[in-house]
């Protein structure tokens, strides 16, 4: 039995048709994601990987502060097959073939395409082809939905079976492993709360193994600094979130919008008011990013910790 092409298939194919008829010419810029959404009635997650097929075959590429266009060597590029259908209508599923994974999966999907704010029951459904109300089926609403995307994201990546590795060790894997997280999903620092934790099975495990291997400290103590460690990675990842937020809204890199300062910052630097900042700037071996940033400061975290562990002896 013969697959029906996916909906992002025929949105690709559709806009290769109009790159290969002069309609889209090199260096134009393509329907953008919401253009997208908005001519086809589809998700966000859609859009994007109907975008992807045609970036991953040679026919447009991303420009910075341009957003996507078609490609020099597009018309040599490989060649995607045509499907002779303009507009998108999704098959309904049935309810035995959603769950609750499912939806839980297109979220994250939408989420990593668009942000969090993106995330509707109303998208989620039209993504997965089914009716807004059957999803209350499976997720009672939104609060339960985000949480129940944190607790899948925090099960990706499972936790090292060895057995003791000290508690420095297990306590900077952990946070390296959140980090990663936080870089592959930059909206998941806006769910994590320190104040309002939201109750995840999966980040619970996580915090539990981190915290493993210390000897002789109060549960006030060890309390501390599970939550410091939390609060440092996702403090630091806020600023993963707000740049993919600002890029996606912009079209402008965090590298582009600094350039962007460079002569009002030699201004500012001449009037010699700022030798600290003047003497990073010109190091030509100034490394300073958030993965530089994360790293250095949970280097020196540990080593805070080190000193009460063995005050505590």
Same mark, same amino acid.
């Given at each position: 039995?013969?697959?029906? $092409?996916?909906?992002? +298939?025929? %949105? @690709?194919?559709?806009?290769?048709?109009? %790159?290969?008829?002069?309609?889209?010419?090199?260096?134009?810029?393509?329907?953008?994601?919401?253009?997208?959404?908005?001519?086809?009635?589809?998700?966000? +997650?859609?859009?994007?990987?109907?975008?992807?097929? &045609?970036?991953?075959? *040679?026919?447009?590429?991303?420009?910075?502060?341009?957003?996507?266009?078609?490609? !020099?060597?597009?018309?040599?590029? @490989?060649?995607? #097959?045509?499907?002779?259908?303009?507009?998108?209508?999704?098959?309904?599923?049935?309810?035995?073939? &959603?769950?609750?994974?499912?939806?839980?999966?297109?979220?994250?999907? %939408?989420?990593?395409?668009?942000?969090?704010?993106?995330?509707?029951?109303?998208?989620?459904?039209?993504?997965?082809?089914?009716? +807004?109300?059957?999803?209350?089926?499976?997720? #009672?609403?939104?609060?339960?939905?985000?949480?129940?995307?944190?607790?899948?994201?925090?099960?990706?990546?499972?936790?090292?079976? +060895? *057995?003791?590795? *000290?508690?420095?060790?297990?306590?900077?894997?952990?946070?390296?492993?959140?980090?990663?997280?936080?870089?592959? =999903? #930059?909206?998941?620092? =806006?769910?994590?709360?320190?104040?309002?934790?939201? #109750?995840?099975?999966?980040?619970?495990? =996580?915090?539990?193994?981190?915290?493993?291997?210390?000897?002789?400290?109060? $549960?006030?103590?060890?309390? =501390?600094?599970?939550?410091?460690? /939390?609060?440092?990675?996702?403090?630091? @990842?806020?600023?993963?979130? &707000?740049?993919?937020?600002?890029?996606?809204?912009?079209?402008?890199?965090?590298?582009?919008?600094?350039?962007?300062?460079?002569?009002?910052?030699?201004?500012?630097?001449?009037?010699?008011?700022?030798?600290?900042?003047?003497?990073?700037?010109?190091?030509?071996?100034?490394?300073?990013? &958030?993965?530089?940033?994360?790293?250095?400061?949970? !280097?020196?975290?540990?080593?805070?910790?080190?000193? /009460?562990?063995?005050?505590?002896?």
């Amino acid at each position: 039995m013969t697959r029906s $092409p996916t909906p992002s +298939a025929l %949105i @690709a194919a559709e806009l290769r048709r109009r %790159i290969e008829a002069g309609e889209l010419r090199p260096g134009d810029r393509v329907p953008s994601t919401r253009a997208i959404t908005a001519e086809w009635g589809v998700a966000m +997650a859609t859009a994007t990987r109907a975008l992807t097929v &045609l970036r991953e075959a *040679g026919l447009v590429t991303p420009r910075r502060g341009v957003g996507t266009v078609v490609a !020099d060597r597009a018309k040599t590029a @490989a060649r995607i #097959p045509v499907v002779a259908v303009p507009m998108v209508h999704k098959s309904p599923r049935t309810d035995a073939e &959603l769950t609750r994974q499912r939806i839980v999966e297109a979220a994250i999907a %939408i989420a990593d395409a668009d942000g969090l704010g993106a995330v509707s029951m109303r998208r989620i459904a039209a993504e997965l082809g089914v009716a +807004a109300m059957t999803l209350y089926r499976h997720i #009672p609403g939104k609060d339960d939905l985000v949480a129940a995307m944190a607790d899948t994201v925090f099960g990706e990546r499972p936790l090292p079976t +060895a *057995g003791p590795i *000290g508690w420095r060790a297990r306590l900077e894997t952990s946070c390296r492993l959140q980090w990663e997280m936080y870089r592959r =999903h #930059p909206w998941l620092a =806006h769910t994590m709360s320190m104040t309002r934790p939201l #109750p995840t099975v999966r980040g619970m495990m =996580h915090v539990e193994w981190s915290m493993a291997e210390f000897e002789d400290l109060t $549960p006030d103590v060890m309390i =501390h600094i599970a939550v410091t460690m /939390l609060n440092y990675v996702r403090g630091t @990842a806020i600023n993963l979130a &707000l740049e993919d937020e600002a890029e996606r809204a912009t079209g402008v890199s965090s590298e582009e919008w600094l350039q962007a300062q460079d002569a009002t910052m030699e201004l500012i630097l001449r009037t010699n008011d700022f030798p600290m900042y003047a003497a990073a700037l010109t190091s030509p071996d100034l490394l300073l990013d &958030l993965d530089s940033l994360f790293t250095f400061g949970l !280097d020196r975290i540990l080593d805070g910790i080190g000193t /009460l562990v063995a005050n505590q002896r």
